[in-house]
């Protein structure tokens, strides 16, 4: 959970990683990682001290629960440095195939889930398969968290839920932003598209661009109806 690449691993994949890494002991002075070497393995230190060196010069030391050698393995790059044991030292390995077909898996469950998850977007619904499949590939997950000092408070027109999507008609009008999202609940996720891959995406489906402009002259149309609307005193 130290790492910010395996904490994104899903937590069945993440216990499949640790089930599948077997331990090694080095002894002072031994070489872990050699720079300039193919990477064929991740490792997590567990007990011991280890040091990088890049080039001759000392970049750092390791301690317990620290993951390293992934570099080489995420990039495809050779070792870009050299781990040595500082004292003897206990170390976790998991080798380059297993940890890539795990990663594959959370991938693909991720994918999955992304993609149901999209299909019941009713914005979205008119795409064909592919197109979302490339909109899911696009996603990513953030956190939002809510602000309060130093704004009024805006009037309520709507609650989002799970499953609710927003930020669709500046995306497609080129229009301002039309209403503030602001987020009630601590730890809010959403997932997001930018303008540029949405519009990659979905630019070039001219059926597609027709319904999305009726959509937006209807929202449109509901926002000058609510405005019409007697106000409450
Ligand atoms: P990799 O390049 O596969 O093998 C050497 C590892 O040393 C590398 O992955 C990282 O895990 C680690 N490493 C490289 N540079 C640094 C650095 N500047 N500080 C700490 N660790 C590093």
């Not at 720079?35 to 990088?52: I, M, Q």
């Not at 010069?57 to 781990?83: D, Q, S, W």
């Not at 979205?124 to 000092?149: M, N």
Request: with cysteine; hydrophobic share 35%; proline share 3%.
């Amino acid at each position: 959970m130290n790492s910010d690449f395996l904490k994104k691993l899903e937590p069945q994949h993440m216990r499949e990683m640790v089930d599948c890494m077997y331990e090694k002991v080095y002894t002072k002075g031994q070489l872990v990682i050699q720079e300039g070497e193919p990477g064929n393995y991740l490792y997590v230190l567990a007990e011991g001290l280890l040091e990088v060196i890049q080039n001759g010069k000392l970049l750092g030391e390791m301690c317990p629960g620290t993951v390293f050698g992934e570099l080489a393995i995420l990039y495809n790059c050779k070792r870009t440095a050299t781990v040595k044991a500082v004292s003897q030292s206990h170390i976790w390995a998991l080798d380059r195939q297993t940890f890539q077909t795990i990663m594959m898996r959370t991938t693909k469950a991720r994918h999955e889930e992304y993609f149901s998850f999209l299909c019941s977007v009713p914005l979205l619904q008119g795409l064909p398969e592919e197109k979302l499949a490339k909109i899911v590939d696009c996603l990513e997950v953030v956190i939002v968290t809510q602000s309060t000092e130093g704004f009024a408070e805006p009037k309520a027109i709507k609650t989002l839920g799970v499953g609710d999507y927003f930020g669709e008609k500046a995306l497609i009008s080129e229009d301002v932003r039309s209403a503030n999202i602001i987020c009630n609940e601590n730890d809010t996720h959403c997932l997001v598209v930018d303008r540029d891959n949405f519009n990659q995406m979905v630019g070039t489906y001219e059926e597609l661009q027709t319904y999305l402009k009726e959509y937006v002259e209807e929202l449109s149309r509901s926002d000058e109806r609510r405005n019409a609307l007697p106000h409450s005193p």
